[in-house]
């Protein structure tokens, strides 16, 4: 198959699981590469498609600079909720959903669906454009996160305000530890059971941290958008959390405090500059607005169960 009935064969896939109403790949240019519409709803035509996405063209553009991978945004328009997923650094994924849909159920079919993409037009062998088969039983998976990065940049914010009305504590006075524990659904049947490390205070005995970080499967790396420093100490964190929980570690890089725009130091560019340098995927985030709290945690979650659900 040539690059393109590929990239039709994998949005037919994607629209006729996740029942969207239409889904397009766009270049650099606003070009549109590949598009299809469900074949259950009448009202959208290709051409309608290519009208949203043109009207779009200049948001479109703005969303490349905010590339890298995951980067998401979602708008409501007439046709329906748009999502845009970045798809490495040549493609972007548009979707349109029902007014009606839950995001957070389509995005990790957005997120396998941008990673074939990358692989197709990247042109390795044999990309399998199907969707992944998730079982009929529900699924549950279990992991301890940790959340890592200096002091005052909102780690327990974030925490707090991600498990808000649902959670149960635990304190571990030995290691001045707070775990929380949340239930989070992915994709309707999968539930990620996270378990969250928050060390009360800066605990800088090595021990302590041994315990902290021994037996983590995930890491969530935040730093503080006014204070630069915070940002150039995630690479000590990092060389910490290997050293103690080996590399194989999935792990998330948030920029914190966006709201705070005026004291702002570090743009959105340099914060992802350092994460690909570390090799994380890159969110910001406001733990006081809420913002991107919940796709933070989300991708995170889609992170850990990706290789369990993917082929
Ligand atoms: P830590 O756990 O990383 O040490 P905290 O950080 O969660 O305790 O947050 C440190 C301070 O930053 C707190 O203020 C908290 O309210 C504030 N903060 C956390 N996240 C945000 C954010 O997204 N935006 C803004 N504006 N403030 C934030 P105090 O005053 O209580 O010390
Ligand atoms: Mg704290």
Wanted: net charge neutral.
């Amino acid at each position: 198959m040539s690059t393109s009935e590929l990239l039709n064969e994998l949005l037919k896939n994607y629209i006729s699981k996740t029942k969207v109403k239409g889904a397009a790949i766009v270049d650099h240019d606003g070009l549109i590469i590949a598009s299809q519409v469900s074949p259950d709803i009448d009202e959208l035509s290709i051409g309608a498609v290519t009208g949203v996405i043109e009207k779009l063209y200049d948001r479109i553009k703005s969303e490349f600079k905010l590339g890298g991978r995951f980067g998401t945004t979602t708008i409501e328009q007439e046709v329906g909720k748009l999502i845009f997923v970045n798809a490495g650094p040549k493609a972007i994924l548009t979707t349109i959903a029902p007014s009606t849909s839950d995001i957070d159920i389509i995005l990790p079919y957005s997120y396998i669906v941008a990673e074939k993409i990358v692989q197709i037009l990247d042109k390795r062998k044999e990309v399998d454009v199907s969707m992944p088969e998730v079982t009929e039983e529900p699924m549950k998976f279990s992991f301890k996160v940790v959340i890592l990065g200096d002091g005052g940049v909102g780690k327990t914010s974030l925490l707090t305000r991600f498990v808000e009305k649902t959670f149960e504590q635990e304190y571990k006075s030995t290691i001045g530890t707070n775990i929380m524990r949340i239930d989070y659904k992915l994709m309707d049947k999968i539930t990620v059971a996270f378990s969250l490390w928050d060390l009360a205070g800066q605990q800088l005995f090595q021990k302590v941290r041994q315990m902290y970080l021994a037996g983590c499967q995930a890491a969530l790396f935040v730093y503080d958008v006014t204070r630069p420093d915070t940002l150039y100490n995630l690479k000590n964190w990092q060389s910490e959390l290997h050293a103690i929980a080996g590399t194989g570690v999935k792990s998330l890089m948030v920029g914190n405090k966006i709201d705070l725009v005026e004291e702002r130091k570090v743009s959105y560019e340099e914060g992802k500059k350092v994460a690909d340098e570390l090799g994380l995927s890159y969110l910001e985030t406001s733990a006081k607005t809420g913002d991107n709290v919940n796709r933070a945690f989300g991708s995170l979650a889609f992170l850990l169960v990706k290789d369990k659900i993917t082929k």
